[in-house]
Protein backbone atom coordinates (compact mmCIF):
# COMPACT_ATOMS: atom_id res chain seq x y z
CA UNK A 1 0.00 0.00 0.00
CA UNK A 2 1.24 3.55 -0.81
CA UNK A 3 0.64 6.60 1.97
CA UNK A 4 1.20 9.64 0.77
CA UNK A 5 2.03 12.50 3.23
CA UNK A 6 1.63 15.89 2.46
CA UNK A 7 2.67 18.72 5.14
CA UNK A 8 4.44 21.71 5.03
CA UNK A 9 5.96 20.72 8.68
CA UNK A 10 8.64 18.19 8.44
CA UNK A 11 8.57 16.84 11.93
CA UNK A 12 5.12 16.39 11.06
CA UNK A 13 6.23 14.07 8.89
CA UNK A 14 8.61 12.49 11.06
CA UNK A 15 5.93 11.80 13.67
CA UNK A 16 3.70 10.47 10.99
CA UNK A 17 6.23 8.15 9.78
CA UNK A 18 7.37 7.16 13.12
CA UNK A 19 3.61 6.06 14.21
CA UNK A 20 3.14 4.36 10.72
CA UNK A 21 6.35 2.00 11.37
CA UNK A 22 4.81 1.00 14.71
CA UNK A 23 1.90 -0.64 12.77
CA UNK A 24 3.65 -3.93 11.83
CA UNK A 25 1.11 -5.33 9.22
CA UNK A 26 0.77 -1.84 7.36
CA UNK A 27 3.56 -2.73 4.95
CA UNK A 28 3.47 0.64 3.39
CA UNK A 29 5.53 2.74 0.87
CA UNK A 30 5.77 6.11 2.14
CA UNK A 31 5.75 9.02 0.14
CA UNK A 32 6.37 13.02 1.49
CA UNK A 33 5.20 16.52 -0.24
CA UNK A 34 5.66 19.63 1.80
CA UNK A 35 2.98 21.54 -0.16
CA UNK A 36 0.32 21.23 -2.42
CA UNK A 37 1.69 22.01 -5.72
CA UNK A 38 4.44 18.91 -4.39
CA UNK A 39 1.68 16.72 -3.86
CA UNK A 40 0.30 17.07 -7.37
CA UNK A 41 3.57 16.50 -8.73
CA UNK A 42 4.13 13.29 -6.35
CA UNK A 43 1.08 11.97 -7.83
CA UNK A 44 1.54 12.39 -11.22
CA UNK A 45 5.14 10.36 -10.65
CA UNK A 46 3.11 7.61 -8.81
CA UNK A 47 -0.34 7.54 -10.04
CA UNK A 48 -1.12 4.24 -7.69
CA UNK A 49 -0.85 6.19 -4.60
CA UNK A 50 -3.73 4.41 -2.25
CA UNK A 51 -3.80 7.30 0.34
CA UNK A 52 -3.11 11.10 0.92
CA UNK A 53 -2.64 12.27 4.64
CA UNK A 54 -3.53 16.20 3.53
CA UNK A 55 -2.59 19.43 5.91
CA UNK A 56 -5.45 22.04 5.10
CA UNK A 57 -3.25 25.20 5.64
CA UNK A 58 0.38 25.36 3.84
CA UNK A 59 2.12 28.06 2.05
CA UNK A 60 0.55 28.38 -2.04
CA UNK A 61 -1.66 25.87 -2.68
CA UNK A 62 -3.58 24.71 -0.01
CA UNK A 63 -4.74 21.35 1.10
CA UNK A 64 -8.26 21.87 0.18
CA UNK A 65 -7.72 23.35 -3.56
CA UNK A 66 -5.18 20.44 -3.94
CA UNK A 67 -7.26 17.42 -3.01
CA UNK A 68 -9.85 19.48 -5.20
CA UNK A 69 -7.45 18.85 -8.17
CA UNK A 70 -6.33 15.76 -7.37
CA UNK A 71 -9.80 14.10 -6.59
CA UNK A 72 -10.66 15.04 -10.44
CA UNK A 73 -7.40 12.96 -12.10
CA UNK A 74 -7.18 10.19 -9.27
CA UNK A 75 -10.62 9.53 -7.53
CA UNK A 76 -9.58 6.08 -6.22
CA UNK A 77 -7.47 7.50 -3.57
CA UNK A 78 -8.53 7.36 -0.03
CA UNK A 79 -8.66 11.57 0.72
CA UNK A 80 -7.34 12.36 4.46
CA UNK A 81 -7.68 15.84 5.59
CA UNK A 82 -5.56 16.38 8.88
CA UNK A 83 -5.38 19.81 10.95
CA UNK A 84 -5.18 21.45 14.42
CA UNK A 85 -8.13 23.49 13.43
CA UNK A 86 -11.09 22.17 13.89
CA UNK A 87 -13.43 24.84 12.39
CA UNK A 88 -16.69 23.96 11.21
CA UNK A 89 -15.89 25.15 7.63
CA UNK A 90 -12.64 23.53 7.45
CA UNK A 91 -14.93 20.10 8.13
CA UNK A 92 -17.67 21.20 5.64
CA UNK A 93 -15.70 21.71 2.47
CA UNK A 94 -13.73 18.74 3.81
CA UNK A 95 -17.41 17.05 3.47
CA UNK A 96 -17.90 18.63 -0.23
CA UNK A 97 -14.72 17.41 -1.72
CA UNK A 98 -15.66 13.45 -0.33
CA UNK A 99 -12.72 13.58 1.95
CA UNK A 100 -12.86 10.25 3.59
CA UNK A 101 -12.82 11.74 7.48
CA UNK A 102 -11.50 15.05 9.14
CA UNK A 103 -8.29 14.00 11.25
CA UNK A 104 -7.18 16.23 14.38
CA UNK A 105 -3.19 16.64 14.78
CA UNK A 106 -1.63 15.17 16.30
CA UNK A 107 -2.34 12.07 15.07
CA UNK A 108 -1.91 8.63 16.90
CA UNK A 109 -0.97 5.51 16.07
CA UNK A 110 -4.07 4.21 16.83
CA UNK A 111 -5.65 6.93 13.99
CA UNK A 112 -3.43 5.86 11.72
CA UNK A 113 -4.23 1.96 12.41
CA UNK A 114 -7.52 2.88 11.57
CA UNK A 115 -6.80 4.84 8.81
CA UNK A 116 -5.57 1.90 7.13
CA UNK A 117 -8.24 -0.59 7.89
CA UNK A 118 -10.51 1.20 6.11
CA UNK A 119 -8.90 1.77 2.90
CA UNK A 120 -8.17 -2.20 3.21
CA UNK A 121 -11.46 -2.52 3.46
CA UNK A 122 -12.65 -0.09 0.88
CA UNK A 123 -10.17 -1.57 -1.77
CA UNK A 124 -11.19 -4.97 -0.95
CA UNK A 125 -14.72 -4.19 -1.90
CA UNK A 126 -13.93 -2.02 -4.50
CA UNK A 127 -11.91 -4.89 -5.79
CA UNK A 128 -14.29 -7.72 -5.26
CA UNK A 129 -16.78 -5.33 -7.49
CA UNK A 130 -14.63 -5.25 -10.55
CA UNK A 131 -13.94 -9.03 -9.94
CA UNK A 132 -17.57 -9.98 -9.78
CA UNK A 133 -17.67 -7.65 -13.10
CA UNK A 134 -15.00 -8.77 -14.72
CA UNK A 135 -16.22 -12.28 -14.22
CA UNK A 136 -19.66 -11.81 -15.69
CA UNK A 137 -18.00 -9.90 -18.56
CA UNK A 138 -16.25 -12.95 -19.26
CA UNK A 139 -18.77 -15.66 -19.13
CA UNK A 140 -21.08 -13.55 -21.28
CA UNK A 141 -18.41 -12.80 -23.98
CA UNK A 142 -17.75 -16.44 -23.84
CA UNK A 143 -21.73 -17.01 -24.63
CA UNK A 144 -21.05 -14.08 -27.36
CA UNK A 145 -23.36 -11.81 -25.88
CA UNK A 146 -22.29 -7.99 -25.33
CA UNK A 147 -22.84 -6.84 -21.99
CA UNK A 148 -19.54 -4.46 -22.44
CA UNK A 149 -21.21 -2.25 -19.90
CA UNK A 150 -19.54 -4.80 -17.18
CA UNK A 151 -16.06 -4.28 -18.92
CA UNK A 152 -14.70 -1.93 -15.64
CA UNK A 153 -13.53 1.39 -17.58
CA UNK A 154 -10.07 2.75 -16.98
CA UNK A 155 -9.19 -1.29 -17.07
CA UNK A 156 -6.77 -3.17 -19.75
CA UNK A 157 -6.95 -7.07 -19.91
CA UNK A 158 -5.47 -10.04 -21.72
CA UNK A 159 -6.72 -13.31 -22.70
CA UNK A 160 -4.85 -16.91 -22.16
CA UNK A 161 -6.11 -20.50 -23.02
CA UNK A 162 -4.87 -22.95 -21.47
CA UNK A 163 -5.69 -26.72 -22.99
CA UNK A 164 -5.60 -30.23 -22.17
CA UNK A 165 -5.12 -32.80 -23.61
CA UNK A 166 -4.68 -35.53 -21.07
CA UNK A 167 -6.65 -37.30 -18.99
CA UNK A 168 -3.51 -38.18 -16.33
CA UNK A 169 -4.85 -36.36 -12.94
CA UNK A 170 -1.51 -34.13 -12.60
CA UNK A 171 -2.00 -32.70 -15.58
CA UNK A 172 -5.56 -31.74 -15.75
CA UNK A 173 -4.84 -29.99 -12.29
CA UNK A 174 -1.58 -28.39 -13.92
CA UNK A 175 -1.46 -24.92 -12.81
CA UNK A 176 0.38 -22.38 -14.18
CA UNK A 177 3.73 -20.74 -12.29
CA UNK A 178 1.90 -17.18 -12.76
CA UNK A 179 -1.31 -17.76 -11.82
CA UNK A 180 -0.38 -18.68 -8.06
CA UNK A 181 2.05 -15.91 -8.05
CA UNK A 182 -0.29 -13.15 -8.59
CA UNK A 183 -3.39 -14.50 -8.72
CA UNK A 184 -5.78 -11.27 -7.37
CA UNK A 185 -6.37 -10.18 -11.20
CA UNK A 186 -6.64 -13.03 -12.72
CA UNK A 187 -10.11 -14.98 -13.28
CA UNK A 188 -10.51 -18.54 -14.33
CA UNK A 189 -13.52 -19.79 -16.24
CA UNK A 190 -13.48 -23.66 -18.00
CA UNK A 191 -15.02 -24.03 -21.25
CA UNK A 192 -14.79 -26.83 -23.91
CA UNK A 193 -11.31 -25.67 -25.33
CA UNK A 194 -9.67 -26.10 -21.62
CA UNK A 195 -9.34 -23.31 -18.88
CA UNK A 196 -9.61 -19.55 -20.05
CA UNK A 197 -8.22 -16.80 -17.95
CA UNK A 198 -8.72 -13.24 -17.69
CA UNK A 199 -5.31 -11.23 -16.65
CA UNK A 200 -6.47 -7.33 -15.79
CA UNK A 201 -5.43 -4.35 -14.29
CA UNK A 202 -5.43 -0.58 -14.24
CA UNK A 203 -1.72 -0.40 -16.13
CA UNK A 204 -1.16 -2.55 -18.53
CA UNK A 205 2.88 -3.07 -17.67
CA UNK A 206 1.71 -5.32 -14.69
CA UNK A 207 0.09 -7.72 -17.40
CA UNK A 208 2.80 -7.39 -19.73
CA UNK A 209 4.88 -9.00 -17.25
CA UNK A 210 2.19 -11.65 -16.41
CA UNK A 211 2.46 -12.85 -20.13
CA UNK A 212 6.09 -12.18 -20.18
CA UNK A 213 6.64 -15.02 -17.87
CA UNK A 214 4.67 -17.51 -19.21
CA UNK A 215 7.01 -20.07 -21.23
CA UNK A 216 7.68 -20.31 -24.84
CA UNK A 217 7.85 -24.60 -24.19
CA UNK A 218 8.50 -27.37 -22.04
CA UNK A 219 4.83 -27.58 -20.47
CA UNK A 220 3.18 -31.03 -19.35
CA UNK A 221 2.69 -33.40 -21.95
CA UNK A 222 -0.68 -32.36 -23.07
CA UNK A 223 -0.68 -28.62 -22.29
CA UNK A 224 -0.58 -25.81 -24.37
CA UNK A 225 -0.94 -22.30 -24.11
CA UNK A 226 -2.59 -19.28 -26.44
CA UNK A 227 -1.96 -15.80 -25.54
CA UNK A 228 -3.97 -12.60 -26.68
CA UNK A 229 -2.17 -9.16 -27.11
CA UNK A 230 -3.43 -6.47 -24.01
CA UNK A 231 -6.72 -4.40 -24.74
CA UNK A 232 -8.13 -1.43 -23.31
CA UNK A 233 -11.38 -2.23 -25.93
CA UNK A 234 -13.95 -4.80 -24.60
CA UNK A 235 -15.15 -5.91 -28.13
CA UNK A 236 -11.47 -5.98 -29.01
CA UNK A 237 -10.52 -8.53 -26.34
CA UNK A 238 -13.97 -10.09 -27.51
CA UNK A 239 -13.15 -10.87 -30.61
CA UNK A 240 -9.60 -12.04 -29.42
CA UNK A 241 -10.79 -14.25 -27.15
CA UNK A 242 -13.32 -15.84 -29.77
CA UNK A 243 -10.32 -16.07 -32.43
CA UNK A 244 -8.40 -17.65 -29.83
CA UNK A 245 -10.84 -20.30 -29.23
CA UNK A 246 -11.28 -21.05 -32.56
CA UNK A 247 -7.47 -21.36 -34.19
CA UNK A 248 -6.82 -23.81 -30.82
CA UNK A 249 -7.85 -26.56 -32.10
CA UNK A 250 -4.64 -26.36 -34.95
CA UNK A 251 -2.60 -27.21 -31.82
CA UNK A 252 -3.23 -30.83 -33.40
CA UNK A 253 -0.91 -30.47 -36.36
CA UNK A 254 1.18 -27.49 -35.51
CA UNK A 255 2.37 -28.92 -32.31
CA UNK A 256 1.14 -29.32 -28.45
CA UNK A 257 3.16 -28.04 -25.39
CA UNK A 258 3.96 -24.61 -26.32
CA UNK A 259 2.97 -21.26 -26.08
CA UNK A 260 1.04 -19.85 -29.26
CA UNK A 261 0.67 -15.94 -29.41
CA UNK A 262 -2.49 -14.85 -31.38
CA UNK A 263 -0.69 -12.35 -32.97
CA UNK A 264 1.57 -14.39 -34.70
CA UNK A 265 -0.81 -17.47 -35.54
CA UNK A 266 -1.65 -17.53 -39.18
CA UNK A 267 -5.06 -18.38 -40.92
CA UNK A 268 -5.05 -22.11 -41.51
CA UNK A 269 -7.02 -23.68 -44.45
CA UNK A 270 -10.88 -24.67 -43.74
CA UNK A 271 -9.93 -28.17 -44.49
CA UNK A 272 -7.22 -27.95 -41.85
CA UNK A 273 -9.71 -26.51 -39.08
CA UNK A 274 -12.41 -29.51 -39.93
CA UNK A 275 -9.87 -31.45 -39.78
CA UNK A 276 -8.26 -30.71 -36.09
CA UNK A 277 -11.52 -30.60 -34.81
CA UNK A 278 -12.45 -33.89 -35.75
CA UNK A 279 -9.36 -35.13 -33.82
CA UNK A 280 -10.71 -32.95 -31.24
CA UNK A 281 -13.92 -35.10 -30.84
CA UNK A 282 -12.14 -38.21 -31.13
CA UNK A 283 -9.90 -37.27 -28.13
CA UNK A 284 -13.54 -36.67 -26.26
CA UNK A 285 -15.35 -39.82 -27.14
CA UNK A 286 -11.79 -41.25 -25.75
CA UNK A 287 -11.74 -39.65 -22.85
CA UNK A 288 -15.87 -39.98 -22.37
CA UNK A 289 -15.59 -43.93 -23.02
CA UNK A 290 -18.24 -43.05 -25.96
CA UNK A 291 -16.45 -46.34 -27.47
CA UNK A 292 -19.21 -46.54 -30.70
CA UNK A 293 -18.73 -43.10 -31.29
CA UNK A 294 -15.19 -43.30 -30.76
CA UNK A 295 -14.71 -46.76 -33.45
CA UNK A 296 -16.85 -44.57 -35.82
CA UNK A 297 -14.74 -41.64 -35.98
CA UNK A 298 -11.74 -44.05 -36.15
CA UNK A 299 -12.91 -45.59 -39.56
CA UNK A 300 -13.53 -42.22 -40.60
CA UNK A 301 -9.77 -40.52 -39.64
CA UNK A 302 -7.66 -43.50 -40.61
CA UNK A 303 -7.87 -43.10 -44.17
CA UNK A 304 -6.75 -39.62 -43.78
CA UNK A 305 -3.78 -39.91 -42.40
CA UNK A 306 -2.21 -41.23 -46.17
CA UNK A 307 -2.91 -37.25 -46.97
CA UNK A 308 -1.24 -35.68 -43.78
CA UNK A 309 1.79 -34.01 -44.68
CA UNK A 310 4.85 -35.48 -42.54
CA UNK A 311 5.63 -32.72 -40.18
CA UNK A 312 1.64 -32.20 -39.51
CA UNK A 313 2.28 -36.49 -38.63
CA UNK A 314 4.88 -35.60 -35.88
CA UNK A 315 2.61 -32.80 -34.57
CA UNK A 316 -0.29 -35.73 -34.52
CA UNK A 317 1.64 -38.33 -33.13
CA UNK A 318 2.61 -36.37 -30.30
CA UNK A 319 -1.05 -35.11 -29.52
CA UNK A 320 -2.48 -39.06 -29.98
CA UNK A 321 0.17 -39.64 -27.10
CA UNK A 322 -1.38 -37.59 -24.53
CA UNK A 323 -4.68 -38.40 -25.58
CA UNK A 324 -3.95 -42.15 -25.05
CA UNK A 325 -1.45 -41.71 -22.14
CA UNK A 326 1.33 -43.91 -24.62
CA UNK A 327 4.59 -44.43 -22.09
CA UNK A 328 6.63 -43.90 -25.09
CA UNK A 329 6.09 -41.81 -28.45
CA UNK A 330 4.53 -42.79 -31.41
CA UNK A 331 6.55 -43.32 -34.49
CA UNK A 332 5.19 -40.34 -37.02
CA UNK A 333 4.10 -42.20 -39.92
CA UNK A 334 0.27 -43.16 -40.58
CA UNK A 335 0.83 -47.17 -40.25
CA UNK A 336 1.76 -46.16 -36.40
CA UNK A 337 -0.67 -43.62 -36.32
CA UNK A 338 -2.97 -46.28 -37.03
CA UNK A 339 -1.81 -49.47 -34.54
CA UNK A 340 -1.81 -46.84 -31.98
CA UNK A 341 -5.39 -45.69 -32.78
CA UNK A 342 -6.60 -49.56 -32.67
CA UNK A 343 -4.59 -50.12 -29.83
CA UNK A 344 -7.14 -47.23 -27.49
CA UNK A 345 -9.71 -48.99 -29.32
CA UNK A 346 -8.78 -52.18 -27.38
CA UNK A 347 -7.88 -50.07 -24.17
CA UNK A 348 -11.53 -48.32 -23.83
CA UNK A 349 -13.11 -51.34 -24.62
CA UNK A 350 -11.20 -52.76 -21.56
CA UNK A 351 -12.67 -49.61 -19.79
CA UNK A 352 -16.11 -50.31 -20.89
CA UNK A 353 -15.35 -53.43 -18.97
CA UNK A 354 -14.20 -52.60 -16.15
CA UNK A 355 -16.98 -49.72 -15.76
CA UNK A 356 -19.50 -52.29 -16.33
CA UNK A 357 -17.53 -53.92 -13.27
CA UNK A 358 -18.40 -50.46 -11.26
CA UNK A 359 -21.41 -51.44 -10.90
CA UNK A 360 -21.24 -54.06 -9.05
CA UNK A 361 -18.50 -52.18 -6.79
CA UNK A 362 -21.20 -49.54 -5.79
CA UNK A 363 -23.99 -52.22 -5.60
CA UNK A 364 -21.55 -53.59 -2.78
CA UNK A 365 -21.05 -50.11 -1.19
CA UNK A 366 -24.37 -49.33 -1.11
CA UNK A 367 -24.90 -52.39 0.59
CA UNK A 368 -22.19 -52.28 3.22
CA UNK A 369 -21.07 -48.49 3.98
CA UNK A 370 -21.38 -49.04 7.47
CA UNK A 371 -19.16 -51.16 7.52
CA UNK A 372 -15.39 -50.77 7.77
CA UNK A 373 -14.65 -50.19 3.92
CA UNK A 374 -11.91 -49.10 1.90
CA UNK A 375 -10.52 -49.02 -1.43
CA UNK A 376 -7.83 -51.04 -0.66
CA UNK A 377 -10.52 -53.72 0.40
CA UNK A 378 -12.69 -53.14 -2.86
CA UNK A 379 -9.68 -53.13 -5.32
CA UNK A 380 -8.56 -57.19 -3.54
CA UNK A 381 -12.33 -58.29 -3.49
CA UNK A 382 -13.21 -57.15 -7.17
CA UNK A 383 -9.54 -57.73 -8.67
CA UNK A 384 -8.36 -54.03 -9.72
CA UNK A 385 -5.62 -52.34 -8.52
CA UNK A 386 -6.27 -49.64 -5.56
CA UNK A 387 -5.41 -46.42 -7.89
CA UNK A 388 -7.50 -47.67 -11.32
CA UNK A 389 -10.55 -48.36 -9.09
CA UNK A 390 -10.36 -44.77 -7.78
CA UNK A 391 -10.29 -43.30 -11.40
CA UNK A 392 -13.04 -45.37 -12.26
CA UNK A 393 -15.18 -44.84 -9.06
CA UNK A 394 -14.35 -41.06 -10.23
CA UNK A 395 -15.17 -41.14 -13.35
CA UNK A 396 -18.45 -42.38 -12.22
CA UNK A 397 -19.23 -40.48 -9.02
CA UNK A 398 -17.08 -37.36 -10.24
CA UNK A 399 -16.43 -36.85 -6.47
CA UNK A 400 -13.71 -39.40 -4.73
CA UNK A 401 -14.48 -42.58 -2.82
CA UNK A 402 -13.93 -41.38 0.38
CA UNK A 403 -16.38 -38.23 0.17
CA UNK A 404 -18.88 -40.87 -1.76
CA UNK A 405 -18.77 -43.16 1.38
CA UNK A 406 -18.89 -39.89 3.82
CA UNK A 407 -22.40 -38.97 2.16
CA UNK A 408 -23.80 -42.31 2.11
CA UNK A 409 -22.98 -42.56 5.85
CA UNK A 410 -24.18 -38.79 6.47
CA UNK A 411 -27.45 -39.51 4.96
CA UNK A 412 -28.67 -42.73 7.12
CA UNK A 413 -27.03 -40.62 10.13
CA UNK A 414 -29.58 -37.45 9.70
CA UNK A 415 -33.03 -39.98 9.05
CA UNK A 416 -31.66 -41.85 11.78
CA UNK A 417 -31.38 -38.60 14.16
CA UNK A 418 -34.60 -37.06 12.68
CA UNK A 419 -36.67 -40.45 12.99
CA UNK A 420 -35.44 -42.32 16.11
CA UNK A 421 -34.72 -41.46 19.41
CA UNK A 422 -30.96 -43.18 19.75
CA UNK A 423 -28.44 -41.57 20.15
CA UNK A 424 -25.62 -39.83 19.05
CA UNK A 425 -23.10 -42.10 20.42
CA UNK A 426 -25.28 -45.04 19.03
CA UNK A 427 -26.07 -43.58 15.73
CA UNK A 428 -22.07 -43.35 15.46
CA UNK A 429 -21.59 -46.95 15.34
CA UNK A 430 -24.69 -47.52 13.47
CA UNK A 431 -23.29 -45.60 10.06
CA UNK A 432 -19.77 -46.71 10.88
CA UNK A 433 -17.94 -44.52 12.69
CA UNK A 434 -16.12 -45.51 15.84
CA UNK A 435 -15.23 -42.41 17.38
CA UNK A 436 -18.05 -40.10 18.11
CA UNK A 437 -15.90 -36.69 18.16
CA UNK A 438 -14.36 -38.04 14.56
CA UNK A 439 -18.37 -38.27 13.34
CA UNK A 440 -19.49 -35.20 15.29
CA UNK A 441 -16.38 -33.11 13.22
CA UNK A 442 -17.64 -34.78 9.73
CA UNK A 443 -21.26 -33.74 10.85
CA UNK A 444 -20.27 -30.05 11.70
CA UNK A 445 -18.03 -29.94 8.58
CA UNK A 446 -20.69 -30.95 6.45
CA UNK A 447 -24.01 -29.66 7.94
CA UNK A 448 -22.91 -26.67 8.91
CA UNK A 449 -24.25 -27.68 12.81
CA UNK A 450 -23.30 -30.58 14.94
CA UNK A 451 -25.95 -33.91 15.16
CA UNK A 452 -27.41 -32.73 18.07
CA UNK A 453 -28.21 -29.22 17.45
CA UNK A 454 -29.22 -31.07 13.77
CA UNK A 455 -31.80 -32.80 15.57
CA UNK A 456 -32.80 -30.10 17.66
CA UNK A 457 -33.43 -27.19 14.78
CA UNK A 458 -35.83 -30.00 13.37
CA UNK A 459 -37.95 -30.47 16.01
CA UNK A 460 -37.95 -34.04 16.30
CA UNK A 461 -37.75 -36.68 18.85
CA UNK A 462 -35.50 -35.54 22.04
CA UNK A 463 -31.77 -37.48 22.02
CA UNK A 464 -32.25 -40.28 24.56
CA UNK A 465 -29.96 -39.53 27.34
Request: charged content about 25%; overall charge neutral; hydrophobic content about 40%.
Amino acid sequence: MKLLIVDDEPLIHVSIEFCLRQIEEAQLEIFHAYNGSEMLSCMEDNPSIDIALVDIRMPGTDGLAAIASARKRWPQVSYYIMSSFSEFEYAREAIRLSVTEYLLKPLSPEDLGRVISQVREKQAAQEKQIRDSFRSWLESALHRRDVSYLYADGYHTAVVLITCDSSREEVLFWVPPFVTASHSRILSLPCREGTLLLVYAPEPGWIYEILGSIPKKDYPCGISVFVSSVCHDPAKISSQLHRILALSPMRVFTGTRIRYDLSAMAEPAPADMEAAEQWLNLRDCYFSQQYTSYVSLCARLIPSLKKILQQQLVHLASFLQAVTDSPSSIPADPLSLKQALLKAEKNLMGQRKNMDKIDTVLAYVEQNFTRNISISDLSAQFDLTPNYLSTLLKKRLGIKFTDYLTSLRLALAKKLLLGTDRSVKEITEEVGYYSQSHFTKIFTEKEGCTPAEFREHKGKMPQKT
